[in-house]
């Protein structure tokens, strides 16, 4: 178990090192990026005058390494905000407050991460059940006619772009069919089933993206496993083919889906901003993309540490399933 | 001038198509109603109105909004000392008295300005609402941490130019003075003659400074109208206004206020809010839209279904797309090269790329294209409706480059098709023809702005646009030719760097006109005369097509702000 | 990147043998494999129209960025006037919306921009992660620590902020194609590729042949490049193969944003982006650029395929297709038996992962 202890605190010291660089490059970069944030704030009518006062408000007059300084102090101590009439406290950690609503960092994400998990986890659920489907079908019935569809849908999810997938299934099916009202976010805790219902479409969008690659993997993993040695043999003791493929050729290729679905949800929970903007999901991805255009830079930071963190977590997250699945690798 | 808030990002891309044969079956029975819904079948009280929008109210206090005559949601909630006259057409572009008994009573030269408050006006708790209220409105709007407002209150106001608001200064303004509860008296810089159209702007709102929470305000702005907020999510993307039963319909002869409960949805992507409303499928049957106008493609549906045709709503906004010239770059100090251009360009296809002719109607005249505006039509440069190659060569032969020219036109990479590639394209297609070879350069969106209004990085010739703060000349011509008005330090918008006394002193004469007419007349002619000038070159006024649901009715559509007004819908 | 999922991206290609023997016997493999011929003559095909494009656009007497006002029907938003989108002799697929311009040609440019683009992209991807991946693989611990480092942070970046922001920055006369492949291939891809090299590197440097080499004294270098390379050149190929079609995407998902290739330019990328919402009113508009899309990504997709199994006959074998003389991979089995087990730790099936939440 030593192994294991040491395993995690080393991915922890990797994963903190990591977002603290990240963090640094993204002051950096938008530091440098144009925008004066102050008249973006003010109003494009703004007089410089007012501009200055804005950004004395603000402290954007601060050197870079000053407004990094105060980051990190929120971050680990938490910060003061003036609402104009009163001070609010925001505490550890503390991402700031952002330069456009003056909302705090941390409540934004909070109220957007909710719409991203509903997001991706129904989303991962269609992409498991179509892309490792397709791929058991083309091991086990290649060449047969429905291997090919299958094969040509999840491709064609690769091949389009998630805004023509997402509008045209719109269009269909809740415009000329009508067969469902046009999504509508609502939250999980206000009412579940129209929740699902307003997903199912951003589901299906996005799953359809995924679902090629836990094709190509579960296919390539089940066909290595039905090459090797002891599958033959049992084949040659008359074992079916269907119990070879499920109980053997698909318990090999489980190790792999994981580890690529653990990294698919990491990235998707902050990456799936097309899929969000497109279907109107307050979510992560489409609240960030907002606050780069605006220059919006706590914003911007708070939400990339989100995302990384996720990422990070989704990979190490891999690793150890990963291990757990199959013995026969070692944690580095 | 109006940021992208009026005009959905997407506008003209915007869109998807209607629904043609499944939908129109599907809705069969009740389009007979819909053909009604001009206005002749009677508004009902009562029910649900949905609201179906692509930018959140992210500033949804009265201090941050920068609305033209009071915006459309916002005005729900906030009244104001005046407001514009909700009525079709031209009418629909006067000001009328809102919280006040009247438009305001000027002294001799419209300096100072006097409104007293109806009887009877209450906050949504109950409490009267008073002078000191609106003072107190207006002086918070002065906070840094409240700022996005209009620059005209701290440009006319006397002392006002430094003022940081009352968080930070509680003396207060001594140029807005309230008397007793129901006056409040306004000491300008200079004459104005349209401070009634100004009253008309959210920072007019009443706020009761003990209600006040700074920053927090948004989220539950005190109602002075007809509706209150119950439910503000997302900063700004779900609102939820039901009816304020402290507001009184009997001091206010503006909004109708027929629905039950207002249901504000934000965030969505523009094609989606038009395929809902086109549909117009359960609660979107009683759906509109406050910031998103069709686009070309689902116009080529529209033409097809007459159903679908009845539900859209048409209307003129005051705003202009041009072309701006920066005479102290080369080769644009040469009026013969910028007259040349004028010259070159072709309209109807910059029109094509802006949506076609039912969404964009060519421009010669810097003023929008009416009456309110002062609209006087002139063409200095006649290039028809294609353009003049050959006069712009001649033209160009004068200059000296008659063996063609290269110049640069910057653009935003902003999908808005105003001052987007897809119009540069086509101005870049129309001037080759002349012999002009056009680089382009784009610009991400920040950087387009910072470059395009600072003096000192102002490109020689890109695209502007400029829309209306309130429907008169004014405000219209005086930030882009007045000279006094160019910003060294900040952001300018006399991109054409005019300081001409002729102009300045015109600008001067009509700002101290009170019979708002008679100024209408002069801003026209004035615009001609600085027209012949070539330092901008019009090339259309948008034209604003929306869907509305097929349970709406009562569309009341003004000049003022081109679409339809939410306080006059119902949808029972 | 997890380590495992380097794993499982190290293709279940033969690492034991050296694919220096030959471009002959890969042909030879390949040539066996009819769906793979046919892509790969696809492909060629789109590469050739490409590069053709304005010999094939003079054969049709168009260019892809005048505009034909008199095609379109202005008061309808500019709706190509008559059937197929306007589709004439003059005008073989029709004219777009809004402008007339030509559909063919802006099709047969718009290949140019989006096979160069991504081409360029998988290119520095591919030596940008085998530098990083062979270095770390052979470095020291300190040395492999730091890029694997470096290799996280990449791959923890958003690619569309890191797009917007750096698109905002970069001066506007840079070359836009240019810069959009350096974008997509710096945020995306080559961290991936690094860590499935670097754990290649490392199943490869114990092998006995490469041993053989470092023990015999020659330096880091040239081990890396006598000996390594052809030992990745197989696993590397068939990955790029798979970036390929990300890589295209990407660049669609870029111009949907507002940061793609400049206009008048035409990508599909781009002319995906302005005709979704033509879906109704026009449909060629939109079909025609998503069917080329989704033939190049199909053709590249099943050509890498096709690579892979050719470069690989352990795969070829498994995947039951002909790999010529059976003496021949009896041999080769032979051969990889003793070393199969060491290649074994860092590996598991082969599969195409690539971080690809830029498209979503």
Redesign the interface.
Known sequence: MNGFAGFVLRRIAGAVITLFVLSVIIYVVFYVTPGNVAQITCGPRCSPVQVHQVAQQLQLDDPLYVRYWHFLQGLFAGQDFSTGTSVEHCPAPCLGQSYQTGRQVTDIILTKLPVSFSLVLGAMVIWLVLGVGTGVLSAWRRGRLSERVLTAITLAGVATPVFVIGLVLMIVVCGELQLLPFPQYVNFTDDPEQWAWSLLLPWLSLALIEAANFARLTRASMLETLAEDHIRTFRAYGVGERAVIARHALRGATASVIALNAVTFGSAVGGAVLTETLFGLPGIGQELVHAVKVVDLPVVVGMVLVIGFFVVLANAVADVLYAVADRRVVLA | ?R?PSVIARRVA???????????AA?CGPKDNDAKGSGGDSTPRKGGTLTVLNSEPQ??FDPARL?TSGGGNVPSLVFRTLTTRNRENGAAGSEVVPDLATDTGRPNKDATVWTYTLKKGLEFEDGTPITSADVKYGIE?SF?????????YL??WLVGA??Y??P?KDEKGLSSIETPDARTIVFHLNKPEGEFPYLATQTQFTPVPKSK?????YESHPVSSGPYKVVRN???G?HLVLERNPNWSAATDTERKAYPETIDV?S???S??IN??L??S??A?AAAVTTDTNL???????V?GDKALAARVGTGHFGYTNYIAFNPTVKPFDDPRVRQAIAYAI?R??V???A?????AEPATTFLPNQKSFGYTPYDPFPAGK?GDPAKARELLKQAGHGNGLTITLTHS???NFETS??I???L???LKKAGITVR????????Y??KT?SVKTEPGFFLAHWGADWPSGGPFLA?IFDGRQI?K???N?NTGLLNDKSVNDEIDAINKLTDLDAAAKRWGALDKKIGDKALVVPLFHPVYKRLYGKDVKNIVISDWTGVLDISQVAVK | MSEALAAVETAGTDISVPAASGAHRFWRRLRTQRAALVAAAVVALLVLAALAAPLLTALEGQDPTTYHPTLIDSARGGVPIGSFGGASADHWLGVEPQTGRDMFARLVYGARVSLGVSLGATLVQVVLGVAMGVAAGLGNRWIDLILSRITDIFISMPLMIMALALLAIVPDSFPRPVLVALIISLVSGWSTTAKMVRAQTLALRNLDYVSASRLSGWSTSRTAVRELLPGLAAPVITYAALLIPQNISAEAALSFLGVGVKPPTPSWGQMLTSADVWYQAAPQYLLLPALALFVTVFAMTVLGDGVRVALDPRAASRLRIGTGRKRESRAEKAAQAPNAAAAKAAQVPDAAVVKKEGRA
């Open positions: 001038m940021q891309a915007a869109s998807v198509s209607l629904v043609m044969a499944a939908g599907a992210a500033d920068y918070r906070a840094p941490e409240l700022s996005g407002g209009a620059p701290r440009d130019a430094g940081q608001g968080y006040d929470t700074g920053t927090k999510e997302n900063d993307e949805r965030g969505l992507d094609s989606v395929q809902r086109s549909a499928q359960g979107d686009g070309p493609a689902e116009l080529a549906r033409g072709d109807s296809s029109v094509n790329a949506g076609g002719s039912a969404l294609a990479n902003d999908k590639p897809e540069a394209t086509a870049q297609d129309a382009l350069q784009g610009l991400e969106d920040n950087d702005r910072d209004h930030p910003v330090d900040g952001a918008f």
